[in-house]
Every structure is written in structure tokens, then in C-alpha cells.
């Protein structure tokens, strides 16, 4: 499932190897990746332009064109994006195919078939990105946002990080090692969070989306990078995916529960259920008690 790192790591590769080319022709192969106004618009608005300029916005990965406008591309479950060569031309699964002016192709391929590819207008792109919340790594994204921006709601706390609105890019791996790293659990309402809860959150939803990118992302099974490679991220995961193996941080054991409908996992001694006592106006009333 690419997050925030698998895009990133993407978006490198798209920058130092297809940036600058033209895309001669293009075929969508699955008429669902295009949706509104359908394919043939998409093409008309694709074909013959070139590709000046790659960014990101949360999970979105976004490719200028010379027109002016630009193909964002959201690749969901199990979207891949690949260059070929170096990459063999798959057989299975394919939903749009570039022809670059140079012969190579880049092909998207999903065989969860969510992969979505849509070309806006710069008033559009601008819409359709009004609702996310910050970048993590943006200067907007500071320590005081979280509890500012969320901090009153009594919902759970993972299912408001991974609400897009909030911070864009976080997903649920690295939610899951987010909130692990920062001792809060899951199902803790986000009013509950005391500053220093607030403070290890923000530093380790940053820290560990860096870590993802340091290590090309995460690759559980369909994930590959631009040239078909498997990020090693996975490896360096602490508590997702890792049901009945020891807590690296008491021994204990992590378990599986769902929050917000949502494959969750948790060390339940490292991410206690109660949260932290406010130790400043309790530690007050001990002292009156002696
Ligand atoms: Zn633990």
C-alpha cells in the first residue's frame, strides 16, 4: 500500500529518469483508471506533451505536463509504476501504458485495479488538493498542529491521523509505528493526549516516514519502485504485520485489533489503553493526601 515513503521513493526515480521526456502515445488498458471525464479526454489531453516537472502531495503523485496541466496519479492498494526497460514488459494487469518519444514505455499495473490516473488543469489540481492537511515534512506540520488541529476531538486517535485532512501521506504502516514509537495507543481519543504524547507523536510520524524513504519503502508484496524494486522497510518495522512476535521495547507480545476498521497492530504494555496520568495536578493532590 504506497504511502507517503513509496511515493516519495517513486517520485525520486521518476524525477532522474523520465522527467524531461514526451509522451508520443498512450493506451488506457483498463477503461476504471481514467474515470471522469473518461479515457478519451484523458489521452487527448495526454498524448504529444512532455513531462516537465514530478512532485508529491501526500499519496499523490503528480507529473507536470507542458501544457500546463498535470496527470496525477494515486496508486491506492497495489499501484505499480514502471519503466520499461529496465523492467520487463509485465503481461498481467495493466491499466495504462505511456510511450515515451524515446521508445521506453512507462506502464501502470494494479491487479488491485484501484490505481487511478487523471489529468487536471492547474485550477482543478489546485481543488482537488484544497482538503489535505500538511505535509509532515512541511514547515506547516510543526508540533503545536496535531493537538491544535485535532487535539479537542474525542474521536480515536489513528483513524484522525490517517484521515488526509489532517496530515497528508500517513497511512496505515506508518501510523501503526508512529503512534508504537510513541507509546499511545491506537483507540486513545485524541482530546486524552497529554503535550509530551503530542511531542513524540509529531517527532515519530516524521521519523519514521524518513526512515521509509531512507530505506525505498515498504514491500510486503506488491510494492516496487519505478525500476521494479522492493523497498527493504519492512525489515525496520517494530509492531505492523508482526501478530504474536516480541515488542522490541518490553518483549511483550504485539497482537492485531481493529481501529477504525482498520488492521491495527499494538504492543498493549508499550501503548497502554489508559494513556499516561497527568502527573501535574494528580501528583499535586498526593502531595496534599501526605
Ligand atoms: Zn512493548
Redesign the pocket.
Known amino acids: 500500500m504506497p504511502e507517503l515513503p513509496e511515493v516519495e521513493t517513486i517520485l525520486r526515480d521518476v524525477q532522474r529518469y523520465i522527467a524531461g521526456a514526451e509522451v508520443a502515445g498512450a493506451e488506457v488498458l483498463d477503461e476504471r483508471i481514467a474515470g471522469h471525464p473518461g479515457s478519451e479526454v484523458f489521452l487527448k489531453r495526454l498524448t504529444g506533451r512532455s513531462i516537465t516537472e514530478a512532485w508529491r502531495r501526500g499519496k499523490h503523485l503528480v507529473l507536470g505536463l507542458d501544457s500546463g496541466d498535470s496527470l496525477v496519479l494515486q496508486l491506492k492498494i497495489g499501484g505499480q509504476l514502471l519503466l520499461v526497460p529496465p523492467v520487463e514488459m509485465p503481461t498481467t494487469d495493466l491499466m495504462l501504458r505511456l510511450d515515451l518519444e524515446d521508445g521506453r514505455k512507462v506502464v501502470l499495473r494494479d491487479e488491485t485495479s484501484y490505481t487511478r490516473a487523471q489529468v487536471f488543469t492547474a485550477q482543478e489540481l489546485e481543488e482537488r488538493f484544497a482538503n489535505l492537511g500538511p505535509e509532515p515534512f512541511d514547515k506547516a506540520f510543526t508540533v503545536d498542529y496535531l493537538p491544535e488541529s485535532i487535539g479537542k476531538r474525542r474521536a480515536q486517535i489513528k483513524p484522525l491521523l490517517l484521515d488526509q485532512r489532517t496530515v497528508a501521506g500517513v497511512g496505515n504502516i506508518y501510523v501503526d509505528e508512529a503512534l508504537f514509537e510513541a507509546g499511545i495507543n491506537p483507540r486513545r481519543k485524541a482530546s486524552s493526549l497529554l503535550r509530551a504524547e503530542w511531542e513524540r507523536l509529531h517527532r515519530a510520524i516524521v521519523s519514521n516516514l524518513e526512515a521509509g524513504i531512507e530505506h525505498r519503502g515498504t514491500t510486503f508484496s506488491l510494492y516496487r519502485d519505478l525500476l521494479g524494486r522492493k523497498g527493504t522497510h519492512q525489515d525496520h518495522l517494530k509492531v505492523f504485520l508482526r501478530t504474536g512476535k516480541e515488542?522490541?521495547?518490553?518483549?511483550?507480545v504485539?497482537v492485531k485489533m481493529t481501529v477504525g476498521g482498520r488492521a491495527t497492530f499494538v504492543?498493549e504494555?508499550?501503548?497502554p489503553e489508559e494513556g499516561e496520568k497527568d502527573t501535574g495536578s494528580e501528583g499535586a493532590e498526593q502531595l496534599e493526601l501526605l
Open positions: 515488542c522490541p521495547g518490553c518483549g511483550g504485539v504492543c504494555t508499550c501503548q
